[in-house]
């Protein structure tokens, strides 16, 4: 049973760019948080996915990032003309379950990088 | 409001023990949840509590007390290995959903 997948896993990008992040869940999983990690820091939440819905994305921010799970194939993280302050580790993970459940399964993350 | 504190460094001995604590603020608390995360790694899940007092698990345990808003993890017989940053998380129901804040880890350097 593979993990949860995330590619790719270091990114880089120009300013102005865009970056395109993938995220396939555990199999069986059918939920999918997004969570940045800057240096040092903790993990922020960004937003939380269930198949062609996204049920909270309080953590986005409103401008240039957006997200989704399709019914088919993995979840993405867009983000529109990157600048710099958006270097950071994306973290995607799944549960079986929503919210009312334990643990969440990481991937290892994506590295983004903005020259 | 919703908050989470932890140290945000300490150090211990190979072979000792450490206790890395964390204190809490939410409003609808449904759990915590300790995770380990290596630097350049993903975060892995450790342990859980959602009632009071004290669950073992190998060289870890971890403690709650609801009361107090409080946690800890505690590391027996540290290993090199050991050396890592650990996350508390606090699940929290607010606005008819439930969300993990995470705090910002505790960097723990494990030194022979």
Known sequence: ?????????????????????RCSPMKGHSHVYWYRQLPEEGLKFMVYLQKENIID???????????????EGPSILRIQQVVRGDSAAYFCASSPRGSNTGELFFGEGSRLTVL | ?????QPTEMTATEGAIVQINCTYQTSGFNG??????H?????????????????????????????KGYSYLLLKELQMKDSASY????????DSNYQLIWGAGTKLIIKP
């Open chain 2, 87 to 94: 996350l508390c998380a606090v699940r929290d129901y607010k």
């Open chain 2, 1 to 5: 409001g919703q908050n989470i504190d």
């Open chain 1, 57 to 71: 994305e309080s953590g986005m921010p409103k401008e240039r990032f957006s997200a989704e799970f399709p019914k």
């Open chain 1, 1 to 21: 049973n593979a993990g949860v997948m995330q590619n790719p896993r270091h990114l880089v990008r120009r300013r102005g760019q865009e970056a395109r992040l």
């Open chain 2, 39 to 67: 630097a350049g790694e993903a975060p892995t899940f450790l342990s859980y509590n959602v009632l009071d007092g004290l669950e073992e698990k190998g060289r870890f345990s971890s403690f709650l007390s609801r009361s």
């Open chain 2, 32 to 37: 915590l949840f300790w995770y380990q995360q």
